[in-house]
């Protein structure tokens, strides 16, 4: 049973316009949710991350939004770059462990 | 800046062979996780320490796969014997107390 969800395994943006990756989880213990960005033959890197007490948090070009009921977050890229193509995974945390998503692979063309 | 370095970062073997892969986190960071990503998935948490204490291993498959952090800093995960199907990338992070894991760049295993 996959408790953290992310159904679009990829998205395709032009350079400059908006991207929105989004997240489902299951589990109401989760408190706090993350987005990492992989590249090929790289480890995951930190992108942004969200308490389960805000509904969003803000830094510089993303922003991740939680909407609770729902049991739903998003993570938005703007303006989109090129180098932005990557791997992106959401994972949701309680206590000191994560559970992770299978990913969306974002391809932002000039 | 500081890095959770792993070792190889690439490794080919056959089945049945043993295989070891080495991790050093982020000096100071009491938490290790060891995660297995298979392609196209995301990463799976295999087993975790405090220290040089296992906090989880719940999804290790024990009766192959080893884990320990004896000194409680770098960390060894050992297969012994492999199989095809332990063809993965395998993940280091570390944590301080926060939420917020750093990952290492990754063991790519391949077993033929």
């Known amino acids: 049973d996959q408790q953290v969800k992310q159904n679009s395994p990829s998205l395709s943006v032009q350079e400059g316009r908006i991207s929105i990756l989004n997240c489902d989880y299951t589990n109401s213990m989760f408190d706090y949710f993350l987005w990492y960005k992989k590249y090929p033959a790289e480890g995951p890197t930190f992108l942004i991350s969200?308490?389960?007490?805000?509904d969003k948090n803000e830094d510089g070009r993303f922003t991740v939004f939680l909407n609770k009921s729902a049991k739903h977050l998003s993570l938005h890229i703007v303006p989109s770059q090129p180098g932005d193509s990557a791997v992106y995974f959401c994972a949701a945390g309680a206590g000191n462990m994560l559970t992770f998503g299978g990913g969306t692979r974002l391809m932002v063309k000039p | 800046e500081a890095e959770v370095a792993q070792s190889p970062r690439y490794k080919i073997t056959e089945k049945s062979q043993a295989v070891a892969f080495w991790c050093d986190p982020i000096s100071g960071h009491a938490t290790l996780y060891w995660y297995r990503q298979i392609l196209g998935q995301g990463p799976e948490l295999l087993v975790q320490f405090q220290d040089e204490s296992v906090v989880d291993d719940s999804q290790l498959p024990k009766d192959r796969f080893s884990a320990e952090r004896l000194k409680g800093v770098d960390s060894t995960l050992k297969i012994q014997p492999a199989e095809l199907g332990d063809s993965a990338m395998y993940l280091c992070?570390?944590?301080?107390?926060?939420?917020?894991?750093?990952f290492g760049p990754g063991t790519r295993l391949t077993v033929l």
């Open positions: 969200i308490s389960s007490i805000k």
């Open positions: 992070a570390s944590s301080y107390r926060g939420n917020e894991q750093f």
